[in-house]
């Protein structure tokens, strides 16, 4: 058996620390790519957080922990007392849609409470158990396109803009006794129809509503609410699409209309954070 010497020892023992020399540096590298990596990973995580904050769009007024109340007629109601209960597949589900992507954070309770075919004073005849007793802490209302049906049609149950003054005060006023801390907007009645196109019918309507639309903006004034132009608001898309683009017939809505209401009301409640 060959018997080592020592000048041979020393040169494999070198030789192992050389080796394991080079394998803790490559542990070390290794380990310093790791975490050069996983700093990578934090920081673009924290651009991405950083860019959701800073982009986050249009933060609207509403807190986490408080409700809003939905109610008017058939163009709040949206089946939502049938297949698509409980908020209908109409503006309001698209608004809670809306607040449920741009601001996650929020948990707000959403309410629909329309009832296809309402008046003022149908809502008036429903407010203690539809409103009132949910104590929402917002309260939108949009309400007035049946009761001018119903004035021009000189029904049994006419509306006249001097009747829908009187009830639509008594509900902002008893709204203010029992809930003085709710937050109230109130939505144009609208009629989507360019004046061009009209039909006699269709034009009376535009002509009446604007009495309807005097009733609103006094009481908005008086106590100091915000108020949605629906109207208007349509009628500037009007200059660039036709009516068919957001409607069927001039009353109803169909989704891309009703998109335009659930983004107006989003707006309006995000530039009361300004």
Request: charged share 20%; net charge negative; aromatic share 8%.
């Amino acid at each position: 058996m060959h018997k080592m010497q020592p000048i041979e020892s020393i040169c494999l023992f070198e030789l192992g620390k050389h080796l394991f020399t080079n394998h803790e540096s490559r542990i070390t590298n290794h380990e310093s790519r790791i975490t050069n990596h996983e700093s990578r990973i934090t920081n673009h995580e924290s651009r991405i957080t950083n860019h959701e904050l800073w982009n986050s769009p249009m933060p609207t007024k509403l807190q986490n922990g408080q409700s809003m109340l939905f109610i008017g007629d058939s163009i709040t109601d949206c089946d939502r007392r049938g297949n698509a209960v409980p908020l209908g597949n109409g503006y309001v589900k698209m608004f809670t849609d809306m607040l449920a992507v741009h601001e996650p954070q929020k948990n707000v309770t959403i309410y629909n409470r329309g009832i296809s075919g309402n008046c003022v004073t149908d809502l008036h005849a429903r407010w203690h158990d539809d409103a009132l007793a949910l104590a929402p802490d917002w309260l939108a209302i949009k309400i007035g396109i049946n009761d001018v049906h119903r004035y021009l049609r000189d029904d049994d149950e006419t509306i006249s803009p001097q009747r829908f003054r009187e009830v639509y005060a008594e509900l902002l006023n008893e709204t203010r006794d029992a809930l003085p801390r709710c937050h109230i907007l109130l939505i144009q009645p609208f009629y989507i129809v360019d004046p061009v196109d009209a039909t006699p019918w269709e034009a009376s309507v535009l002509e009446t509503l604007g009495d309807y639309w005097q009733v609103i903006e006094s009481l908005a004034r008086k106590h100091r609410l915000p108020m949605i132009d629906m109207h208007t608001r349509f009628q500037r898309l009007l200059r660039h699409k036709p009516a068919a683009t957001f409607c069927p017939e001039p009353v109803h809505p169909n989704a891309t209309g009703h998109y335009a209401i659930a983004f107006a009301v989003y707006e309006t409640l995000s530039q009361l954070c300004n």
